[in-house]
């Protein structure tokens, strides 16, 4: 056993657990904030879907708020974000397909669209994010332009259609390539800290030249 390897992983891991534990704890933030938001959402929607008449419609919302509400308490009582967040996820998806579906009041259900498909990519990390963007897409494109246009309850004009899929295309795209540069800057961040750990271990702080623990840290112990 050498000198770097009892020393430099210990410095190393309690610096990145703090880092990270600041990057969850913006996450846990997030995703509490957002869902409280998205079960209000749900909620009016619903109620007014049931007002309206569309009572399957509305008791889907109404039933996705109950899950925000439960995920919610998971969410404070396990302090598990990437479980908080595949279930936020889930819950704004059912949100803009709601919107979508319906129109929203006065046919201004897709405005409403824009906002909350970018929330429900940054409460992702990349990889999940992208997967997010892709089932969102999909299905937009299968109830806009396929037989399943069947199931809306509103009309959209074939212009309209194509230039809300470009749209939201465009922003999702610009909203990955701002996650995916936001991921590879922690990333370096990291690294960085690593380095400088192994700086100091290594090397003289005013000299610059290796110190004494240069020399024997290849030296079995």
């Known amino acids: 056993m050498t000198l770097t390897e009892t020393t430099q992983p210990r410095q190393t891991t309690a610096g990145q657990q703090e880092m990270m534990a600041v990057r969850q704890s913006r996450r846990y933030t997030l995703c509490h904030v957002l869902t409280i938001i998205g079960v209000i959402f749900l909620c009016a929607l619903g109620i007014f ?14 039933i996705n708020a109950v899950v925000g509400v439960i995920n919610l308490y998971v969410l404070k009582r396990s302090n598990n974000v990437e ?26 259900g897709m405005l409403w669209i824009y906002p909350i498909a970018a929330i429900n990519l940054f409460i992702n990390r990349f990889w999940p994010a992208v997967v997010v963007f892709g089932i969102f897409s999909v299905t937009s494109i299968l109830l806009l332009f396929t037989p399943l246009s069947a199931v809306l309850m509103t009309s959209y004009t074939l212009v309209e259609s194509l230039r809300f899929v470009l749209t939201t295309l465009a922003l999702n795209v610009i909203c990955l390539a701002a996650l995916r540069s936001e991921e590879r800057s ?32 290849d030296t079995p112990l």
């Open 49 to 62: 879907s049931l007002y309206d008449g569309s009572i399957l419609l509305g008791s889907v919302l109404l």
């Open 186 to 217: 922690y990333q370096t961040i990291m690294q960085l800290h690593d380095d400088d750990i192994r700086q100091m271990a290594y090397y003289d702080t005013l000299t610059g030249l290796p110190n004494r623990w240069n020399s024997k840290k």
């Open 83 to 108: 479980r908080a967040a595949v279930i936020l996820s889930a819950i704004l998806f059912v949100l803009t397909m709601s919107l979508l579906i319906t129109g929203g009041k006065d046919n201004t």
